[in-house]
């Protein structure tokens, strides 16, 4: 898969996302990296910022959070296309969970572990 097309998965699983609550996220990007840190190289998605649920009057004027979705991880991990397309939806849901301050914990109960 070219990295133009993951990148369009991951606009697409964005898309996705219910518009009542993309309109409350605030001050977050999302990019698409080839490799995740090489501690860890199985991650397929990290949310790295402060969540919604933990800012308050001092949040202002900060770098906006960061979702980086890695592809590398995602395309070795799934055996078909169509695999690649449901994975790259639940890590783009799981990393934008963590935005809104929902746990790995809670998100596995989900199903979105």
Known sequence: ???DRFEELVSEAL???PPELTRVMDNVAVFVEDEPPADDPELLGLYEGT???ERGEWYAGVLPDRITIY???TLRYCETQEDVVGEVSVTVVHEV???FGIEDARLHELGWG
């Open 97 to 99: 969970a963590h935005h």
């Open 51 to 53: 969540p919604l649920t």
């Open 71 to 73: 592809m590398g991880p």
């Open 1 to 3: 898969m070219t990295r």
């Open 15 to 17: 898309d996705r996302i």
